[in-house]
């Protein structure tokens, strides 16, 4: 008997859909080719910032607010330490346009902040180095999902409750038994759909260190430390989760990734690069061990939004990707959307409509933001 809709991809985007639609009352057929956030899904890393700032991009604030409700239900329900809330803080050089309009939008949007100047933030984060003219806008209610974790509590989930997981490699959607199919397959869905996204989304590669921190110390710890975005600087981090160690990255695009085939080795010039970023920001760690690494991939839209809409050849064929660096934390907020479109005839919104992503065949250096 056909199921009513499968989802093929198990990552944050494919779990959450099959959740919302399984809800509504579907059978439900959710595949993977390698298994739930595997290790070169974009969903398959150890961690993933949840922040409510998004500049002026209002529609991510409200998504933001939606979706950590949702997980920190999942959290609690299941008892799997997959959120930490360890608040978010965005380090600003004066005037940063990103920072001001953030915070214009909690204002609308009713999200807690502070702004902090240099003063009080060397006060509160003695381990971080910031120059007289910067500055900060704190979140208290962001934090950092397990990512890995998260995505596999909610498949594990989904199977007690009903829907039926296959591993499975699947090459068109004449091959899956359902009525409907969405394709929630992050940097694969080029591969699987070269015509209309093959030029609208691209993967990039991501290289994420993480660093050993002092013996006896807990300032890098979720206590001490929240999650970082230095916005001129392009670099991100995370406190030393689960003692993996204090985790920063590049958040630039890096070259073209292909996401079955790349060796996921982190390269020798990456790790002296953030050391040289660690030396000015966080001193005491720019010699600090690596303890681990990983190389993930972006699946970049020229825009950064969003592709949530119907496949224009097919009636019964619907696309949900184009994560962009930032899409673990909506997938919740992008699970409902998905299941308005697929049951009940909503139209996407321009913003994420396939038309009107712009093609582009080489990567911009710019970031998730
Ligand atoms: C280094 C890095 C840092 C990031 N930081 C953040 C962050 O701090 N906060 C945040 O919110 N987001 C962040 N992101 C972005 C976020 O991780 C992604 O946008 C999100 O995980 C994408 O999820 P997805 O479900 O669309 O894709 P994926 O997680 O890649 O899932 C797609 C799935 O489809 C499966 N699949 C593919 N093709 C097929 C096929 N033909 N048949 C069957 N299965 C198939 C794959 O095996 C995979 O499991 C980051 C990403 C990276 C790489």
């Known amino acids: 008997m056909p199921y009513d809709v499968a989802v093929v991809g198990a990552g944050s985007f494919g779990a959450w859909t099959a959740l919302r639609l399984h809800e509504a009352g579907c059978t439900v057929l959710l595949v993977d080719a390698y298994g739930p956030a ?12 949840i922040r409510m700032g998004y500049g002026g991009r209002e529609v991510y604030t409200r998504w933001s607010i939606e979706s950590m ?12 330490g997959l959120l930490v809330n360890c608040g978010a803080l965005w380090i600003a050089a004066s005037d940063e346009p990103h920072a001001l309009e953030t915070m214009s939008v909690f204002t609308e949007a009713g999200v807690a902040y502070e702004a902090l100047d240099a003063r009080q933030l060397r006060r509160r984060y003695p381990h971080f180095r ?19 974790r998260a995505v596999q509590t909610l498949v594990r989930r989904l199977i007690e ?69 230095d916005i001129a600087n392009t670099y991100y981090g995370l406190p030393d989760l689960e003692n993996r160690g204090f985790k920063v990255a590049l958040d ?16 020798a010039e990456a790790v002296q690069r953030v050391r040289g970023y660690l030396a000015r ?21 020229a825009t950064s939004d969003y592709i949530l809409d119907r496949h224009p050849a097919f009636d019964n064929v619907w696309i949900a990707g184009g994560g962009s660096g930032h899409g673990f934390k909506h997938g919740p907020s992008v699970g409902s959307y998905m299941k308005e479109l697929v049951l009940d005839g909503r139209v ?17 250096s710019q970031s998730s933001l």
């Open 348 to 364: 996407p919104d321009e913003r994420f409509r396939i038309d009107t992503k712009p093609e582009f065949t080489e990567m911009t």
């Open 69 to 80: 409700g949702h997980w920190r239900t999942l959290a609690d329900e299941t008892d799997s």
């Open 38 to 49: 595997n290790s070169r899904a974009s969903s398959g890393g150890e961690s993933r910032i």
């Open 130 to 148: 910031f120059d007289d003219e910067e500055w900060a806008v704190y979140e208290p209610d962001a934090g950092g999902l397990l990512a890995r």
């Open 161 to 229: 409750q009903g829907v039926r997981y296959e591993q499975r490699h699947v090459q068109s959607p004449a091959e899956v038994e359902s009525r409907k199919v969405v394709f929630a397959c992050g940097p694969w869905l080029p591969r699987l759909f070269p015509v209309e996204l093959g030029k609208r989304i691209l993967p990039s590669r991501q290289e994420v260190l993480f660093f050993g921190v002092p013996p006896g110390s807990s300032v890098y710890g979720p206590s001490g430390t929240p999650c970082w975005i």
């Open 252 to 267: 630039k695009r890096g070259p073209l990734m292909d996401p079955d085939t790349a060796e996921r080795t982190v390269g």
């Open 281 to 301: 920001r966080v001193p005491e760690l720019a010699n600090a061990p690596l303890v681990e690494a990983r190389v993930c991939q972006y699946e970049n839209t």
